[in-house]
């Protein structure tokens, strides 16, 4: 809410129209906000809007009045990984097992490094194969 505040802080729900949100998000991307940034700041305010409908405070959601077309433009993100070889030379340099098992878990996992560190025992099932990232958020 605070990103919004700024911007329509000063209004009511009812003075908030679709050429008004319209404008706020070409300036979101026009910043180079991220598209997932934009789409977070559009999911609070229709679920604002859509509060406000329900409780008879506006007459519907003006984000329903525009057209929300926007495209990440594509990224190669393939120097975003290491090749396997070049992985199995870094796992081969670890002494310690920890540091191997981790590197494991993270690559046929897809986990995150926060998740691997919060992985306890219990989250772990040897004999289903199964690791439980409970902790995530």
Same mark, same amino acid.
Request: hydrophobic share 45%.
């Given at each position: 809410? !605070?990103?919004?505040?700024?911007?329509?802080?000063?209004?009511?729900?009812?003075? *908030?129209?679709?050429?008004?949100?319209?404008?706020? @998000?070409?300036?979101?991307?026009?910043?180079?906000?991220?598209? $997932?940034? *934009?789409?977070?700041?559009?999911?609070?305010?229709?679920? %604002?809007? !859509?509060?406000?409908?329900?409780?008879? *405070? %506006?007459?519907?959601?003006?984000?329903?009045? *525009?057209?929300?077309?926007?495209?990440?433009?594509?990224?190669?993100?393939?120097?975003?990984?290491?090749? @396997? !070889?070049?992985? &199995? =030379? &870094?796992?081969?340099? @670890?002494?310690?097992?920890?540091?191997?098992?981790?590197?494991?878990?993270?690559?046929? $996992?897809?986990?995150? =490094?926060?998740? &691997?560190?919060?992985? =306890?025992?219990?989250?772990?099932?040897?004999?289903?194969?199964? &690791? %439980?990232?409970?902790?995530? !958020?």
């Amino acid at each position: 809410l !605070n990103q919004l505040y700024p911007y329509f802080g000063h209004l009511k729900l009812v003075d *908030i129209d679709a050429i008004m949100l319209d404008r706020y @998000f070409m300036r979101l991307k026009e910043n180079g906000l991220s598209m $997932s940034t *934009i789409k977070k700041r559009r999911d609070i305010l229709s679920l %604002i809007f !859509n509060s406000a409908v329900k409780k008879q *405070i %506006i007459p519907d959601n003006p984000l329903n009045r *525009i057209d929300f077309v926007f495209e990440e433009p594509y990224r190669d993100r393939s120097d975003m990984f290491v090749p @396997f !070889n070049e992985f &199995i =030379t &870094i796992y081969n340099s @670890f002494e310690a097992d920890h540091y191997k098992d981790f590197m494991l878990i993270a690559l046929f $996992s897809g986990m995150r =490094t926060g998740e &691997i560190l919060a992985l =306890t025992l219990d989250d772990i099932d040897v004999y289903g194969n199964l &690791i %439980i990232a409970s902790k995530c !958020n």
